[in-house]
């Protein structure tokens, strides 16, 4: 069986090409997944390279443009221009390769203008969903109140850290309206969550939905998180520069604790203290922002993540819209106490007050209340963490899935074939 991905990441490729890359880690582990059990080729944006090669038993294709710098700088206001250019490097792989099947990882991403153009079966991969995140993007923030404060109580030096959200807000419009064009013409997708299952019904009503788990990365797989609850309460998230991303909970809800006289660290990876989110929730909240207790981790490999995740007592996932984020996915994989928001579909992931607990997004009292449920019941966290690896254990199974996505590829690929 002859897979064709296209990707938004290099994948495994980012060693043979020595790109120094946090991303698409989950992306990689299914490729080590599913190496030795199809004939499995990759396409991928990539500005100043070209030359397709093997790596590992996987053929790579670097996507690499004419002009690519300029287009790099047109991509800002297009979100991946689009043009005869791309659709003929797209055609030339699909005609190199002579897949059974095409595998678009991602809706929002150009690769989805193969689905009326090309004469192949096409499944296409629900990561996020860029409709939904641009609905949410300002659900911490507060847009409106934001522009005035900015523009009339801060200092001119302010106002492009306000137009650079804004601007990843209308990248990120661009990108949901080409999710919307693609998803309408999608015959086959493959989801993880309800909550994407849903929207599905909704962006892609004739399409056949399927099934298909996301691998983690490998130190997920062989560390255990062991109870360490002491006087002083250490908590973790990994978390990113948006504001949808829930940092604004973070602040509020450390601020509770610490009034209330907690000895408290609150550790946050993914962000450091010069990115715009700081910046922006600084502006919020003025002398409420919290001024001890908030350690920025900035960004962390594999190994320094898994460190810090077992140095810690609970974790914490506080966005206003996920699909199945992998942080909380990684910390139930450890057997850590996890405390998650219950967006999109982390209500698929654990179950409330057996495997972890969920809360309303955008309740710092909530958050707050839940760390001192779980701070004063060890024992209980301890056996949430336990029954939460159980659960992460099945559903990241490697066979399982590998198994799994060889399924829908050969149903999909029979169907066409009738």
């Not at 302010?158 to 919307?180: C, G, H, Q, W």
């Not at 399927?210 to 998230?237: C, M, P």
């Not at 994989?333 to 179950?351: K, N, Q, W």
Request: net charge positive; hydrophobic share 40%.
């Amino acid at each position: 069986m002859k897979i064709l991905w296209f990707s938004n990441t290099a994948g495994s490729a980012a060693e043979y090409l020595r790109i120094d890359s946090t991303g698409g880690g989950w992306v990689r582990s299914l490729e080590n997944s599913m190496r030795e059990k199809v004939d499995l080729h990759i396409a991928f944006y990539y500005p100043r390279y070209s030359e397709a090669f093997e790596y590992n038993g996987i053929h790579y294709y670097p996507i690499c443009k004419n002009r690519w710098k300029l287009r790099m700088f047109l991509n800002l206001f297009h979100e991946k221009f689009i043009d005869k250019e791309d659709i003929e490097i797209y055609h030339n792989i699909i005609n190199k390769v002579k897949p059974d099947l095409i595998h678009i990882h991602g809706t929002e991403n150009p690769f989805g203008c193969l689905i009326d153009s090309v004469n192949l079966p096409i499944v296409v991969s629900i990561q996020g969903n860029a409709t939904v995140c641009h609905h949410k993007f300002f659900s911490g923030i507060e847009r409106a109140k934001l522009l005035t404060k900015f523009f009339f109580c801060s200092s001119f030096r302010d106002i492009p850290f306000l137009i650079s959200f804004n601007k990843v807000y209308k990248r990120l419009a661009r990108m949901r309206d080409r999710e919307t064009r693609n998803l309408k013409k999608c015959k086959y997708v493959i989801g993880r969550t309800d909550w994407d299952f849903r929207i599905t019904r909704v962006l892609a009503p004739e399409s056949k939905y399927f099934h298909g788990d996301e691998v983690l990365r490998n130190a997920f797989y062989t560390n255990q998180w062991k109870s360490n609850f002491t006087e002083k309460l250490i908590i973790h998230t990994t978390n990113g520069n948006s504001p949808y991303k829930g940092f604004e909970t973070i602040c509020q809800s450390l601020s509770l604790l610490v009034n209330k006289g907690l000895d408290i660290e609150w550790r946050v990876a993914g962000i450091k203290e010069k990115d715009l989110i700081v910046k922006v929730v600084k502006n919020k909240f003025g002398k409420a922002f919290p001024k001890k207790g908030l350690r920025l981790l900035g960004n962390l490999d594999e190994k320094a993540l898994v460190n810090k995740l077992l140095e810690a007592n609970i974790y914490i996932m506080p966005s206003h819209i996920e699909n199945s984020p992998n942080n909380l996915c990684e910390a139930m994989m450890i057997g850590m106490p996890c405390i998650a928001t219950f967006a999109g579909g982390t209500g698929s992931l654990l179950e409330d007050g057996k495997e972890g607990i969920l809360i309303q997004d955008g309740d710092p009292w909530a958050m707050a209340g839940a760390i001192i449920q779980l701070m004063n019941d060890p024992t209980k966290a301890v056996e949430m963490g336990r029954k939460a690896k159980e659960r992460a254990l099945t559903r990241h199974d490697r066979d399982g899935i590998s198994k799994q996505y060889l399924k829908v590829y050969s149903e999909i690929i029979a169907d066409n074939h009738r």
